[in-house]
């Protein structure tokens, strides 16, 4: 009974979470063996809950898809459950649908078996498991199960008074006094019993209620702390120790240890400057951890302003963590960015907003963005094809891999309440996507069962000058997205308005 009224408190309390920063559905494309996948995964309002897995196949060969859930890292992260089998849609063969219940917080994963003429592979997209939102409990079933409560109660109530007063009398005969005087003092034990089970109810209720509020506030985005330090050193910590909770241990949480972090494209964080209020000047740079959980950086040139802060890490079980806060700096004397920093001056934000498809890059190449005209919608998943060009529109060359990949993009809402880091393979972290890809390694032989195999790029050589990105908006509103290549060894950024439907 305990157990039922708590999944029935979790599927139905009161909190709204934002976790990482407006954007919790999952995408990823890559490929399962021979298989080309683009997974979907749209998670709970709450948890435990019961997330929609979307996959589409690249091509018609695929002839049944199976999906299971566990832990990313930790105990159970290598015993998967029976899987489930996803549903052919009956108008698009190349289209399964699965829901699967996720019943933990924390770094999990969905792998994702297909099977068809090429033999069986398997993929593993790991998944931030959080809640975003907890319904409160509708007027409705509160008059209902209000209703039931008294009725039971008084049930109770009666029964013990008519059992007392009339089970030993002979039928036909009227109770005595003495058995009226018992029943009534036994009604009296009754209410008195029903009515401390039912105290005791509440107090558990709230109890769960309390411990379940506490797990939704700690997977919020937690808050940046920023210091400038030697007049251009920036320091950045979370302003409060993380904690999450502890996996099969509602009423525990530990303490992420900053000194754990686990790189992410090669660096342990990724830190996105904005400035305020136009969004015209960019910053992606990259910290280096420092003693006392703090992360350190020493800023190029930037001019004094107002600037939102963005902060990527992921904590050492593969829970990505987005730190947000914001900043005022003055002018700093700094250089330019080098490595795999880079910075972005481009046209400042004003309504109304003017859509645009190409942006032109420094050395007079440009980004277009092949999405033809229709127009956006939100919640719909969808795969953002790019194209660079040089300056007479033949094919650009010399594109280089950036932080292991063809290119990366930085999502934001003008309203700030939607930021996300994406690259070719997803929305997911790639650190993330290393430890679910090992932990497939050992199912792997030759022939019958292939591994996945990551969407990235290699180390050198040019690349095509073609890529694309897979996300879905999770609002309306208006958008500006940040799409960063390396060529010829400088990283350049190309930017893009939209209006989501």
């Known amino acids: ?24 559905d999952v995408y990823y494309e890559g490929d399962a063996g021979p298989y080309h996948l683009f997974v979907t995964i749209r998670l709970p309002q709450v948890i435990p809950g019961v997330a929609e897995i979307q996959i589409r196949c690249a091509s ?33 063969p190349q289209f399964f649908v699965s829901n699967l219940w996720f019943m933990e917080f924390g770094a999990l994963q969905v792998r994702v078996q297909a099977d068809g003429p090429k033999g069986t592979a398997t993929l593993s997209v790991p998944v931030a498991s959080f809640a975003r939102r907890s319904l409160p409990m509708d007027r409705w079933l509160i008059a209902v199960l209000g209703f039931f409560l008294v009725f039971l109660t008084l049930s109770v109530v009666l029964i013990a008074g008519v059992v007392v007063r009339e089970s030993t009398v002979p039928p ?12 009534r003092i036994v009604m009296a034990l009754a209410l008195i019993m029903v009515a401390l089970i039912v105290f005791r109810g509440r107090a558990s209720w709230n109890v769960e209620a309390a411990t379940y509020k506490r797990n939704v506030e700690l997977l919020k985005p937690p808050q940046a702390e920023t210091t400038l330090v030697d007049a251009n050193r920036l320091v950045v910590r979370p302003a409060s120790p993380l904690m999450v909770p502890l996996v099969g241990q509602n009423e525990s949480v530990s303490a992420v240890k900053m000194d754990e972090v686990i790189p992410d494209h090669g660096h342990v964080m990724h830190l996105f400057l904005i400035r305020l209020p136009g969004m015209e000047k960019m910053w992606h740079l990259h910290p280096d951890l420092i003693a006392g959980g703090a992360f350190s950086e020493k800023l190029p040139a930037m001019p004094a302003g107002h600037y939102q802060v963005f902060a ?10 987005t730190l947000v806060g914001n900043v005022d700096l003055p002018e700093i004397k700094g250089s330019s960015t080098i490595g795999d920093d880079s910075a972005w001056d481009g046209v400042r934000l004003t309504p109304p907003l003017s859509e645009s498809k190409v942006a032109q890059l420094p050395d007079g190449a440009r980004v277009v963005w092949e999405r033809g005209g229709d127009s956006l919608k939100a919640n719909v998943p969808a795969s953002f094809k790019f194209r660079v060009e040089e300056k007479d529109g033949s094919p650009a060359r010399g594109l280089e891999p950036y932080m292991g990949m063809a290119a990366h993009a930085q999502v934001v809402s003008f309203d700030l309440g939607v930021f996300a880091h994406i690259h070719p393979a997803g929305s997911i972290s790639m650190a993330a996507l290393d430890m679910a890809q090992e932990r497939l390694m050992p199912q792997s032989s030759s022939g019958a069962h ?23 908006f999770p609002h309306p509103g208006d958008y500006r997205i ?12 190309a930017v893009f308005d ?3 439907q």
């Open 450 to 472: 292939e591994t996945m195999m990551m969407d990235s790029m290699p180390s050198t050589g040019s690349l095509p000058p073609k890529f694309s990105f897979p996300y879905g």
């Open 312 to 321: 990527d890490i992921v904590d050492k079980s593969g829970f990505p963590w």
């Open 172 to 183: 036909g005969e009227v109770p005595q006094l003495s058995n009226r005087r018992r029943s």
């Open 498 to 500: 939209v209006r989501v």
């Open 1 to 24: 009974m305990r157990n039922l009224l708590k999944l029935v408190f979790i599927l139905l309390a009161s909190t709204l979470v934002h976790a990482h920063v407006g954007s919790a």
């Open 482 to 493: 940040f799409v960063q290549i390396k060529r010829s060894g400088q990283v350049q950024t």
């Open 60 to 92: 018609p060969d695929v002839q049944t898809i199976q999906v299971s859930s566990l832990r990313l890292s930790g105990l159970g992260s290598n015993l998967p459950p029976v899987p489930d089998v996803a549903q052919r849609s009956k108008d698009d």
